[in-house]
């Protein structure tokens, strides 16, 4: 069954700076997603990637997805306040197995002035 | 115009009481879930119901009881809370089958499940 794994946990930011949040998965995967959560909040979908070098951009924030590495990276440009949240990556916990997500651990971002 | 909507949003209770969460959805979706969130914000899928019938059912003490009476709706009913089903509640919805990019799941606002 799919393992995924985010690091870091912890991201403490200055604004203007760049940084990569990195996923990992364990199995083939034929795809990956990624989700905000604002504290008390719900989750967000941010990006769905489907093919091995997919990349999408909103913002600042891009995510790519390398199938053949099993990774998935999450680049911040230009990190403003706004983007402090919890990021989370998930996949298809089968792999192509639909609908039962298996979701990293988090990464708490935290961008300070 | 909500999405996913999830009632109540907080519930405080004590142990050994029953107590129930619903769920519904404006999404036209078929495919509904239960997902647990810890306080370490780990979240783990519970439960899955395709079309009113339950297709994933993860390891979760049978206190927890599932029940879809149609596509647009999952609710979720416990029984004898114990202290260690504190956790938000999230229930979530999507498409199902191919293209891939209809599995993409949408969540509800969450229930913050606080037991005594």
């Known amino acids: 069954e799919l393992k995924v794994e985010q690091n870091p946990l912890f991201l403490s930011m200055q604004e203007g700076k760049n940084y990569t949040i990195y996923c990992n998965y364990s199995t083939t995967s034929d795809r990956l997603y990624w989700y905000r959560q604002d504290p008390g909040k719900s989750l967000e979908s941010l990006f769905v990637?489907?093919?091995?070098?997919a990349v999408k951009q909103e913002g600042r924030l891009m995510a790519s997805l390398d199938t053949k590495a099993r990774l998935s990276t999450l680049h911040i440009t230009a990190a403003v306040h706004d983007l402090s949240a919890t990021y989370f990556c998930a996949g298809p916990a089968g792999g192509t197995s639909y609908g039962k997500l298996t979701f990293g651990q988090g990464t708490i971002l935290t961008v300070h002035p | 115009d909500t999405a996913v909507s999830q009632t109540p949003k907080y519930l405080v209770t004590q142990m050994g009481n029953d107590k129930s969460i619903k769920c519904e959805q404006n999404?036209?979706?078929?495919?509904m879930y239960w997902y647990k969130q810890d306080s370490k914000k780990f979240l783990k899928i519970m439960f899955s119901y395709n079309n009113k019938e339950l297709i994933i059912n993860e390891t979760v003490p049978n206190r927890f009881s599932p029940k879809s009476p149609d596509k647009a709706h999952l609710n979720l009913h416990i029984n004898s809370l114990e202290l260690g089903d504190s956790a938000v509640y999230f229930c979530a919805s999507s498409r199902w089958g191919q293209p891939s990019s209809y599995n993409e799941q949408f969540f509800g606002p969450g229930t913050r499940l606080t037991v005594l």
């Open positions: 999404l036209g979706h078929d495919t």
């Open positions: 990637l489907l093919s091995n070098g």
